[in-house]
């Protein structure tokens, strides 16, 4: 019965996830064909390949209000296109990003009243929408790399800790910056960050002391993959890897983020379930003979859009 009840948890988790991908169909019809973004340049460079840019250079795509909304609709509408198969996140300008605009983010936080309990109250959902800024991109079932270059300060560890893939430039370097501000990390990468390196007691160092670190360190403990020498070779290495991605069953790729982003959470044997009640489903898909047919023959193999 246990284990009955966590397969009928996991389908709904699938059913659920499906159902929020055609409710936002729409809103990328409307946000990539009319909308224009304040905090982001959205593009299609290759085939089934979307990249997103944050692009405030003259501010150090420092991580405003609108930055903040527009992440979670950008995402939401990415999700929810079929021909979309791999994301880039990339930052404008000679540093990836400074983290949060301070300035423009913290007055949105000010609430009024004396009254600390009632502050806290209303405090506490802003605090969750920024959280589903990066979290948004975990949901995203499109695998989502980052292109990180110079600077990725505080905002901008949470946010890659949060895609699937990191990549750097060779002069990239990174800090957890809150303490230094007298805050807590609290939109990701104090819960990502030691699943992500397997190092906790490490992460703790990081989080707690602020210290800066190198592209080599970063790769060294697993935060990033692969190390470019610069912006342009980073850009076309990102672009190249989700290409080749784009280039597999989406049904399969799709199918094997959810599955390993489940299974990060949960015990093995019910990451096991998990995927098991997928692919009761997937390996019925047109896919998989297409994917033997071509191997077959020798050719490339064409998938259909979902």
Known sequence: MATLGKLLGATRHVV?????????????????????????????PREHVMQVEMNRPEKRNAMNQAFWREMVEC?????AEPDIRAVVVSGAGKIFTAGLDL?????????????????AIRLGPKIRQYQETFSVIEKCPKPVIA????ACVGGGVDLITACDIRLCTQDAWFQIKEVDIGLAADVGTLQRL??????????????????????????????????????EALLEGALELASTIASKSPI???????????????PVQEGLDHVALWNSTMLQSED?????QAGM??????????
């Open 75 to 79: 995402f939401q509408a990415i999700a």
């Open 194 to 231: 030691p699943k992500v390196i397997g190092n906790d007691s490490l992460a703790r160092e990081l989080a707690f002391t602020s210290r800066r670190f190198e592209a080599e360190e970063a790769k060294q403990m697993g935060l990033v993959s692969r190390i470019y020498p610069d912006r």
């Open 297 to 306: 023959q020798k050719r490339k193999p064409e998938f259909s859009k979902l």
């Open 147 to 150: 292109a990180v270059h110079s």
């Open 288 to 292: 998989v003979v297409e994917a033997v």
């Open 16 to 44: 659920g996830a499906a159902i929020r991908v055609s409710q936002v169909r729409a809103t990328f019809q409307r946000g990539m064909s009319g909308y224009q973004f304040e905090s982001l340049a959205v593009t299609r």
């Open 103 to 119: 300035g423009d983010t913290m007055s949105s936080l000010f609430v009024e009243g004396a009254d600390i309990a009632r502050k």
């Open 252 to 266: 399969a790729v799709q199918g094997t983020k959810v599955s390993m982003v489940y299974s990060r959470d949960h």
